[in-house]
């Protein structure tokens, strides 16, 4: 991270210790956002995916019936993108 750079944390607080270190002793500092969904943002992210400019991870996919199994994958810490749960008759 560069001098006087920002890091968002997206880990919840698992971080909240570096993020006080770095504010009392360095330029650098750690912020928690807190998620504002407006329609806005929504209308944005929606341009950024329809443009193919924003392409989430995706590890894996579960049915939402496997929610248990989903739930255990991500447990392991293995997972390298997001885990999504498949409602009803969406596609793969």
């Not at 924003?54 to 739930?71: G, H, Q, S």
Request: hydrophobic share 45%; charged share 20%.
């Amino acid at each position: 991270l560069a001098p006087g750079g920002t890091y968002i944390a997206t880990d919840g607080l698992a971080n909240a210790l570096l993020a006080l270190a770095t504010r009392r002793f360095g330029s650098r500092r750690v912020v928690f956002p807190t998620p504002r969904v407006t329609q806005a943002n929504v209308s944005a992210l929606a341009e950024l995916l329809g443009a193919g400019e924003f392409r989430p991870v995706i590890d894996r996919r579960y049915p939402l019936a496997e929610v248990v199994a989903a739930a255990r994958y991500v447990d392991t810490g293995h997972k390298t993108g997001n885990v999504v749960l498949l409602v009803g008759d969406t596609p793969v």
